[in-house]
């Protein structure tokens, strides 16, 4: 078997993670050689992840704390969402259950069935490992023994993205990877099948290859400039495109969360890393100019601005195909969801696994490429409605922007979701899927979506004794979680960053 | 939501009953009894997959029920001979085939040597197969380092004393019996629901929910429309035939599914009889022919021809009516998914029972989930007879008729590079498609890169591990019929 020749185009996060898993993953079968331009920059402001990451890290043979230290990385359980359903309101969408998990009848269930007898019940939050270690700053790797209920929690990572890439560089170079520094001027394509055959950089070099992952970014250079797929735009649901960055100095807690503020015009993020906290302002250039914008941010961060605020552009939407003859798009030149849920490493990581699985021969089988583009849709549009979600569900009537939001047509598919769950709490199963169960309902009820009934089988159990079983339940969590470590007390003993900011 | 009416008297009508009452006891269960018709195969065929021992635990029914007061007997799976001829016949079981070596599955470790030359064929790797095969039985070993941990078992029903029992339990769990004759619905005017059920002596029975288990008329359903969703081009069996020979002294624990000129033949032995069937397509066969092949094999004469209609009904439940079992889904009992697919239903009912109104949104996300499982039964059944290989004109046809989209789409992906898409809804496991793909010769094209870590002689080192441990246990087991007059014995004490 001949190694194909596998160019990467870009070297940010989604090129170094392609590039580490695949050198890692599959030696022997591929040469893989990235292309990327110190000139151009990265986006990296993905700084929140999801719980998915851990076991792309540990394919890789990454050692947690190594890898924690390098990044100056926190941990994760969930996100804080602040003035959402209306202002005043937070809530916490943990990573992990509600309850113990793993019953037959869902917990939130005999929560809401209590609730609506009338009988007074602690909020949702308290019966939950992640938000109650989150709300007292707390953190402990979760038990491995399922029984209890200190394993019914996950955790992720708020790390510096602009250190991750390089991290990866490290191992991907390890393992032989070649890298060459240089811009892209040419894409030179075979004449009979419409295939890319090389890229050309501005010295004169012409790299060959057999695939070509397009890592490019918003430039999309191969699946938009030069094979020209179509965009998919969602922006008529998903409306903000633009993105003011600012770091600042850590003035206020190290969360093991992150922090999702809305905000009239759109939402701010709060991700507190070791040394500093990326901040961000997410908004739609219909309403809100790019200079209101960074007044705003900066009047909203809390500790002193590290660097002036960085404006991005995009747009909601993904390309009709991920993988077009041989070039497959990861990462933002195949589509972008705002970070609002921490998706966007996530859908990288989504790609890289689907092209491990599916990775091709000299000759790509129609078969491997169309399942390919069958899966990353199904990510993508399982949570675009998720996000939609977040918007819909709301009773902010306070500028025009969730005016907008809070009456738009959405799509049938969440339609139909937000229904069941009004009538009698129900979530729509999906076995696979980034989003489980207790994702959906910590929305749904973080954000005032109510549902009238419940499920009937949560009527058998006598009220006294679910309310003295859930009375136990809630002290178990507090006490499990008021027993461990402060979350900065943790990682200053697990993983310190090497150096100072 | 107060008043549930059953209609159907059979294994089926009784078990909805009782899982209503234990599941939701707020809810008055009436059952009208009437006997079940001779189509209905979910009352009719004896042979169930695993899930019926998970539906008696959820009713709060213990295995030594099943098995000891309704003469319930084990089954491990099916031998399927000459569905491939040139192909050694192979086991479906419901176990797990291999274990993983490295990070690869172990069908890719398999499919690899199988290239490479010669391995045994994939379902020695199934410990429940080589059990089966020399008609032995334990229980699942609680200890998961056992090659006899991961099995699951289904029951080989007897037809008579199991509806009887399930007809006590759901008594004993408060449904109520209201004897009577079917006449006919009344139907609300305006909403088109189903008023009231009227019997024979001129009573109507109300209720805000109408469970339809009379078989394929679908007395109830059927009375509200007659869409159906028709999958013969995919499974040409319209005939079936049934008999029941005495039984033998050791019955085996595996099914034989034996393929023929016309469609197929299976033989099941169980404690108290040894059942004969025939499913064939009538544009094959004559019933008098069909009827002379079967008593060649089972020695008596079979009962009079089933017509089957296989397809399924687009919307089970419609208004307050929820049609089960074969008022829903019609199917061969290729692989005995008749009373699962009834089983599946019931449980879908009581978990997602709405209030009286039966909101349009609630029925919609049923019948969506209902869909997604049958058309993948219906895929996996398919599966059968696109992977064939005979002369005979119809396998011949089956060949090379398109399969469903969703089954030519995992016919694909596997004969690629072994992978296997997921679907929602599935009812069965990977290694079930496995074994039958690879049981009837589809071997994937291209072997999966991630597997090249492990060296050839690494991976056939850890297979002949595998059926060493399988080898040296299997000759300890007890054989079936010991096992389950040790369980009389142990019950009697």
């Known amino acids: ?501 | 939501m107060r008043d549930v009416v059953v209609l159907g008297g059979g294994l089926l009508g009784w078990s909805a009953a009782a899982a209503l009452r234990r599941k939701l006891p707020a809810l008055r269960v009436t059952v009208i009894p009437l006997p079940p018709p001779p189509d209905a195969l979910a009352e009719r065929i004896g042979s169930t997959l695993p899930s019926i021992v998970a539906f008696h635990r959820d009713i709060g029914m213990s295995d030594g029920d099943a098995l000891l007061r309704a003469h319930c007997s084990i089954r491990l799976g099916t031998e399927f001979e000459h569905w491939n001829e040139g192909l050694p016949s192979y086991v479906h079981t419901y176990d797990r085939y291999g274990q993983p070596l490295g990070t690869a599955s172990f069908h890719i470790h398999w499919a690899r040597q199988a290239r490479l030359g010669s391995t045994p064929p994939f379902d020695h790797y199934s410990p429940a197969a080589a059990m089966a095969r020399s008609g032995r039985f334990i229980l699942p070993a609680t200890d998961p380092a056992s090659p006899f941990a991961h099995f699951e078992y289904g029951l080989a029903l007897d037809l008579v004393a199991y509806p009887r029992m399930m007809r006590a339990y759901a008594q004993h769990l408060g449904a109520i019996e209201r004897p009577g004759g079917f006449k006919g619905v009344r139907l609300d005017g305006e909403t088109g629901f189903i008023a009231a059920l009227v019997l024979d002596d001129g009573q109507e029975i109300e209720a805000d929910l109408f469970v339809d288990c009379t078989g394929p008329r679908a007395l109830l359903r059927g009375a509200l429309d007659q869409d159906f969703e028709d999958w013969s081009r995919w499974l040409p069996c319209d005939r079936l035939l049934l008999a029941d020979a005495a039984p033998v002294a050791e019955p085996s624990p595996l099914d034989r599914a034996i393929a023929h000129g016309a469609g197929w033949r299976w033989v099941a032995q169980s404690l108290g009889r040894t059942s004969h069937g025939f499913a064939y397509a009538a544009s094959e066969l004559s019933d008098d022919k069909a009827a002379r092949t079967l008593r060649g094999h089972a020695g008596i004469d079979p009962q009079p021809p089933i017509a089957l209609r296989q397809g399924r009904r687009p919307q089970p439940w419609l208004r307050n009516c929820v049609a089960l079992g074969d008022a829903a889904t019609m199917v061969e009992p290729l692989e005995w998914t008749n009373l699962h697919l009834a089983h599946s239903a019931i449980d879908r009912l009581v978990a997602m029972m709405p209030d009286r109104d039966c909101a349009a949104v609630e029925l919609w996300d049923y019948n969506r989930q209902c869909a997604a499982e049958t058309e993948r039964v219906r895929d996996f059944l398919a599966l059968h007879y696109a992977a064939s290989h005979r002369d005979e004109g119809l396998w011949r046809r089956m060949r090379d008729t398109t399969p469903p989209a969703s089954l030519a789409h995992t016919m694909r992906l596997f004969a690629e590079r072994g992978r296997l898409p997921f679907y929602e809804d599935e009812t069965f496991a990977r290694d079930s498609w496995l074994a039958v793909l690879l049981g009837q010769g589809l071997i994937p094209r291209r072997i999966d890169p991630l597997i090249d870590a492990v060296p050839p002689a690494q991976s056939e080192q850890g297979m002949a591990a595998m059926r060493e441990g399988i080898a040296r246990l299997v000759p300890s087991l007890p054989t079936h019929a010991d096992f389950l007059r040790n369980l009389q014995r142990q019950a009697a004490r």
Not at chain 1, 163 to 191: F, N, S
């Open chain 1, 1 to 501: 078997m001949l190694a194909r020749r596998v160019v990467i185009v870009g070297g940010g996060t989604a090129g170094w993670m392609t590039a580490a898993a695949l050198t890692r993953l599959l030696p022997g079968r591929c040469a893989v050689h990235l292309v990327e331009s110190e000139a151009i920059g990265i986006v990296g402001v993905g700084e929140a992840t999801l719980p998915h990451i851990r076991a792309f890290n540990e394919r890789l043979g990454i050692d947690e704390a190594d890898f924690m230290a390098a990044t100056r990385a926190t941990f994760k359980l969930g996100i804080e969402f602040v003035d959402w359903g209306r202002i005043g309101d937070s809530y916490i969408h943990p990573f992990g259950t509600f309850g113990p998990g793993g019953a037959e009848v869902d917990f939130h269930q005999f929560w809401l069935r209590l609730k609506q007898q009338g009988i007074a019940v602690p909020d949702l939050d308290l019966f939950s490992m992640a938000c109650t270690m989150g709300r007292m700053n707390r953190f402990a790797l979760p038990s491995r023994d399922s029984r209890g209920l200190d394993s019914t929690f996950g955790y992720a990572y708020q790390f510096d993205a602009t250190l991750y890439a390089p991290y990866l560089r490290r191992i991907a170079e390890e393992m032989g990877a070649k890298r060459t520094e240089g811009r892209i001027v040419t894409v030179h394509r075979d004449r009979e099948t419409g295939d890319v055959t090389s890229v050309q950089l501005e010295s004169g070099e012409k790299i060959e290859g057999d695939l070509f992952v397009d890592c490019s970014g918003f430039v999309s250079l191969l699946l938009d400039k030069t094979l020209g797929e179509p965009f998919e735009d969602w922006s008529k649901w998903l409306l903000n495109d633009r993105a003011a960055a600012m770091p600042c100095r850590t003035a206020g807690a190290v969360t093991p969360y992150t922090g999702v503020i809305a905000m009239p015009y759109g939402w701010r993020w709060r991700i507190p890393l070791q040394h500093r906290t990326g901040n961000g302002y997410v908004y739609s250039s219909q309403f809100l100019s790019d200079e209101d914008a960074a007044a705003t941010l900066i009047a909203a961060v809390e500790g002193e601005p590290i660097a002036e605020p960085r404006v991005l552009r995009f747009k909601a939407g993904r390309r009709t195909r991920s993988w077009v003859r041989n070039c497959v798009g990861i990462g933002l030149a195949s589509g972008f969801l705002e970070p609002l849920e921490s998706t966007s490493i996530y859908l990288i990581q989504a790609a890289i696994t689907a092209l491990l699985e599916l990775f091709p021969e000299k000759e790509i089988s129609p078969v491997d490429r169309d399942e390919f583009n069958r899966l990353i849709d199904l990510e993508y549009d399982r949570i675009r409605d998720f996000l939609i979600l977040h918007y819909h569900a709301t009773e902010r009537a306070d500028t025009p922007y969730w005016d907008y939001v809070r009456t738009m047509q959405i799509p049938d598919t969440l339609a139909e979701k937000m229904e069941l769950f009004r009538r009698r709490g129900r979530v729509v199963k999906y076995r696979e899927g980034v989003f489980l169960d207790a994702s959906w309902v910590a929305v749904y009820l973080g954000q005032r979506v109510i549902p009238q009934g419940h499920d009937l089988r949560a009527d058998a159990p006598p009220a006294e004794s679910l309310v003295a079983g859930m009375r136990n339940l809630a002290a178990e969590i507090q006490a499990l979680a008021g027993a461990m470590e402060d979350h900065g007390a943790y990682l200053s003993r697990y993983c310190p960053m090497k150096d100072a900011a």
